[in-house]
């Protein structure tokens, strides 16, 4: 199955006693924490200059598709 330990024991144990909301508080927290130590940020300005490159994107379609990109960004 698993070959590397994902929570420790005392963590396993205490996760056993908690309530169905502390739990969720708890997997919430810990989710919050995996994304911030593995998320992964985009260079932004280096993304458009790689996109310009890209035969027939000129100007206009290149600021087209970064208003795209930024707004599923939330930038």
């Known amino acids: 199955m698993v070959d590397r330990e ?3 024991r005392d963590t396993y144990k ?3 006693k908690m309530d169905r909301e502390t739990l969720t508080k708890f997997i919430l927290q810990y989710g919050d924490k995996l994304l911030e130590e593995h998320s992964k940020e ?3 300005p280096a993304l ?3 996109l310009s490159k ?3 994107i000129g100007g206009k379609r290149l600021e087209e598709i970064m208003v795209v990109i930024e707004k599923y960004l939330n930038v």
């Open 54 to 56: 890209i035969k027939g």
């Open 6 to 8: 994902i929570i420790d």
């Open 48 to 50: 458009e200059a790689e």
């Open 14 to 16: 205490k996760v056993k």
């Open 42 to 44: 985009i260079d932004l």
